[in-house]
């Protein structure tokens, strides 16, 4: 007998990146940040009491909500606290799509995309990005309910300049995502265009930038229309009191914030002249990880042999990836041993 739902069926789900185990793995394929949490963080946890375990938490989580909003120059209203960045974009398309109202994003792009879709069993529409990630011009004709921009987008590490995303918000008739989820590591954000426009959400993650994957916190800024509806679609209670209160000390202490980017940013130009002078091509990142390609060598087999290594990079395969390989930034070690193996690979 079949219990599930015909698209469900044929879903294939979504794949993380696989988690290797042991102590001398170097672990560069799932874009962890390299340097732990604020020691403000490690506070936080410490004191958390049973008492605040005995009972539910806030189901809006509005301490993070009042100190998200301050630093981005909102309002609480205008914040939804979510698990994860993937929490936001599963509440998006359930809110927005399903038979009759259309997914659109630009490819190759975040493979949740396409399987948040079809298990909502709604139409994706996939525009192909040029060889240089330039935003689509099709993207706006597709009458899509909402359409999702990664941006930066993974796996590629580019950005769209935010003009350009303006003048999409402005054509589309639907929903405009645009998925923040790496931009602590560039240069600029878009978040003037949720004060601008009614019908874009910024989704920002505290996984990257604040070094909390393993706490699952991530928060929406858009108009306060906006957030509202997509409270209704939440879990009753989607963060909980210890990441709450773990993400609040995180985005308040800026200063550490901005050492530890500056610190990525740094390997990031490090390891990029280093790949370069092995071969590799790339274009330019604004994120933790690093899209590569070789001139020579198949990007399979570097994989396959850096694991034998016990040193993990992400390989997609999937059209237009299948010849590059996406490297996370590591710390100064991680990213010594990685250069080092590449060379004995390549050799």
Do not use: W
Request: charge should be positive; hydrophobic fraction near 40%; aromatic fraction near 8%.
């Amino acid at each position: 007998m079949d219990y599930f739902r015909a698209n469900i069926e044929a879903a294939s789900g979504y794949e993380p990146g696989f988690q290797p185990q042991g102590l001398d793995v170097v672990k560069l394929n799932t874009n962890e940040n390299p340097y732990p949490p604020s020691p403000e963080v490690l506070k936080s946890l410490a004191g958390i009491e049973a008492e605040q375990l005995r009972r539910y938490p806030d189901p809006l989580g509005n301490r993070f909500r009042d100190a998200a909003a301050e630093l981005n120059g909102v309002e609480r209203e205008n914040i939804i606290c979510c698990n994860g960045g993937d929490d936001l974009l599963r509440i998006a398309v359930q809110c927005f799509c399903d038979e009759k109202r259309l997914l659109a994003y630009p490819v190759p792009t975040y493979s949740l995309y396409p399987v948040l879709g079809s298990l909502q069993n709604c139409k994706t529409i996939e525009v192909r990005f040029d060889k240089r990630f330039n935003l689509p011009g099709k993207l706006a004709a597709t009458n899509a309910t909402l359409t999702i921009v990664c941006n930066p987008n993974a796996p590629s590490g580019t950005i769209i300049p935010c003009d350009e995303l303006a003048k999409l918000a402005g054509a589309i008739r639907g929903v405009l995502l645009i998925d923040e989820a790496y931009v602590d590591f560039a240069e600029d954000n878009c978040v003037s265009l949720a004060k601008r426009f009614s019908n874009v959400i910024i989704l920002r993650s505290m996984s990257k930038g604040y070094s909390l994957a393993g706490l699952r916190f991530g928060y929406g800024i858009a108009d306060k229309s906006l957030i509202a509806g997509l409270m209704k679609a939440k879990d009753s209670y989607n963060v909980n009191s210890v990441s709450v209160a773990a993400a609040t000390v995180a985005i308040k202490d800026q200063g550490y914030f901005r050492k530890n980017i500056e610190k990525v940013v740094k390997q990031r130009r490090r390891l990029r002249q280093e790949l370069e002078e092995l071969g590799f091509e790339m274009l330019p990142s604004s994120t933790n990880f690093i899209l590569v390609r070789h001139k020579q060598a198949e990007a399979v087999e570097i994989h396959k042999e850096l694991m034998q290594k016990s040193i993990y990079v992400r390989y997609f395969d999937y059209p237009g990836l299948r010849d590059k390989l996406r490297i996370t930034v590591g710390a100064k070690k991680q990213n010594d041993r990685l250069v080092a193996s590449l060379v004995e690979i390549l050799s």
